[in-house]
């Protein structure tokens, strides 16, 4: 039976559960530590190895420099991607990330993100930033 990693969005604390594939569709998951219900999945971190393995096919597919190519000529393409790929992740990418996203969706390229961002430089440092997430 899968093991999920889920986070309390009400006091911040991580905890597992397990579910089988039938529970999981129905289940009600309350935080073992306060008792709310606001709780998330991180999605990705099942410990199965299955899933892993689909994860990794996921994240090889995200590196097909044939796709990349794709994401280089579209940036609208590459912040729904960064977008799914923050939700896979299940981490909060911080503000920035998302203003990244938001600005990729409305049309603006990477390099004019890159200008009118000035910091965005030193996010990239610490691996919260425009590429970090996926050497996990
Ligand atoms: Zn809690």
Known sequence: MPVYEYRCLD?????????????????????????????????????VSRSEESRLQSLENMSDPARMADLDRDPRELG????????????????????????LEAGQTPDEIEKSIPDLGSANDDGAGFTGGLDD
Do not use: Q, W
């Open 11 to 47: 006091c911040k604390r991580r905890f597992d559960k397990r579910l089988s594939f039938a529970e999981y569709d129905n289940a009600v998951v309350l935080c073992p530590h306060c008792g709310g219900k606001n709780v998330t999945r991180k999605i990705g971190r099942v410990r």
């Open 80 to 103: 729904r991607m960064m977008r799914s790929m923050s939700a896979e992740l299940g981490e909060d990418m911080g503000s920035e990330f998302h203003e990244v996203v938001n600005r």
